[in-house]
């Protein structure tokens, strides 16, 4: 089964970007699409992104289009998550994801999560 390794969260302050990763291993990286979740304090988990399995389709919540932005390399085995003009709102544990069906995006396998903080 597809395993993750998700790194790139951190402490940074609004306005700020960060780069989230995400690396696969097991599994066919391809065969997947791949989406970013987020789960704020005391909120649900809620879905911020997601990319189609060559990347060239992606979709985004309304709260981050214009402001994140999902890639993958196939190659490498990673989907990525570029965060800008980050704000306080954005502070979460974000989760990648596997889907087997771009649409409907139905989450198969989840990611360990890695927590970013925005704030003065």
């Known amino acids: 089964q597809v395993r993750f390794v998700e790194s790139g969260g951190g402490l940074v302050q609004p306005g700020d970007s960060l780069r989230l990763s995400c690396v696969a291993s097991g599994g066919t990286f391809s065969h997947y699409a791949m989406g970013w979740f987020r789960r704020a304090p005391g909120k649900e988990r809620e879905f911020v992104g997601a990319i189609s399995f060559t990347g060239g389709s992606t979709s985004y919540a309304n709260s981050v289009k214009g402001r994140f932005t999902i890639s993958r390399d196939n190659a490498k085995n990673s989907v990525y998550l570029q965060m800008d003009n980050l704000k306080p709102e954005d502070t979460a544990d974000y989760y990648c994801?596997?889907?087997?069906?771009?649409?409907?995006?139905?989450?198969?396998?989840w990611g360990q999560g890695t927590q970013v903080t925005v704030s003065s």
């Open positions: 994801a596997t889907s087997n069906s771009w649409s409907p995006f139905e989450v198969d396998v």
